[in-house]
């Protein structure tokens, strides 16, 4: 059964994943000079977020529930966040990862809890992610390198900065 809580949660989290589609869409671009090496990975990475996009586009559709009014927001966002980091090369592109993925590994747990006996379809959808998301945050956390000078400057950051997304979304 269709919750309005469900119907907020697919709506953010289909903005959210836009935002990261923008986010290393723009890394790549980028990381072809700064830091080719870590191109491979985040074409890898882009393509669990299409997917993740297009579930909850999906779910969102056969709900017949328009996106989040923070759809764009998210995809500029991310396009500028995923430029500047690329820009800044590889132990700035792996803070920037594991730090969203702090936050948005977060709230998928707080969602599946809150989903988990009203909500089956969008409980479903935010389970569906939750390994691919996890290894992102993964790799960007054992990508960043002791004492580099990015991650400590960038990850609280863009911890808060998401956090800032996520909320503003949740009440649009």
Known sequence: MSTPLG???LKVDHAGEHGAVNLYRAQILVSQWTAPQRVPLLRHFLDHELGHRTLFHDR???RGVRRCRSYALCGVGGWTLGLVTGLLGPSA?????????SVVLQ?????RQQLAS???DAFDAVSRIVVEEQEHHDHG???????AFWPPIL???VR???EAVIWLGMRL
């Open 107 to 111: 709230h998928l747990m707080a969602q």
């Open 160 to 162: 808060v900065s998401t």
């Open 141 to 147: 956390r054992d990508a960043m390198h002791s004492g």
């Open 155 to 157: 990850t609280p950051i």
């Open 93 to 101: 592109i792996a803070a920037t990862t594991y730090a969203v993925e």
């Open 7 to 9: 119907d907020r949660i």
């Open 60 to 62: 969102l559709q056969a």
């Open 118 to 120: 009203t909500d089956a």
